[in-house]
């Protein structure tokens, strides 16, 4: 069992910067969590959790078209940790946004856990 805490979320204005980090504070399978896909949702309020961005175990990225080009996702396996760094945000870009680890190598739709998320706020 992993337990996922996110942070780096804030108040930011359009046009800046954030980088959130999914970390596992708590005792760890690493050799389990190493073979899982990560991943970053997002939920605004009044909409459905979306996907934001994933990495493979084999550190293939995948983005949402609204992040591709700005965000950028990685992952350290020696740490268990997982990344997101989000470039050129802009106000449709809050929201909480949360880390899962997907019981796959590759397919971060898989069943998984989740962190408690962090908020991001942009403001024009």
């Known amino acids: 069992q992993v337990q996922l805490v996110e942070s780096g979320g804030g108040l930011v204005k359009a046009g800046g910067s954030l980088t959130l980090e999914c970390s596992a504070p708590?005792?760890?399978?690493?050799?389990?969590?190493?073979?899982?896909?990560l991943g970053w949702y997002r939920q605004a309020p009044g909409k459905q959790r979306e996907f934001v961005a994933s990495?493979?175990?084999?550190?293939?990225?995948i983005y949402a078209a609204f992040a591709k080009g700005r965000f950028t996702i990685s992952r350290d396996n020696a740490k268990v940790t997982a990344e997101l760094e989000m470039r050129e945000l802009i106000p449709e870009d809050t929201a909480v946004y949360y880390c899962?680890?997907?019981?796959?190598?590759?397919?971060?739709?898989?069943?998984?856990?989740w962190g408690q998320g962090t908020q991001v706020t942009v403001f024009a």
């Open positions: 990495i493979s175990k084999g550190f293939r990225p």
């Open positions: 708590g005792k760890v399978d690493g050799i389990s969590a190493r073979s899982h896909t």
């Open positions: 899962k680890r997907a019981y796959d190598e590759d397919d971060i739709g898989a069943a998984g856990s």
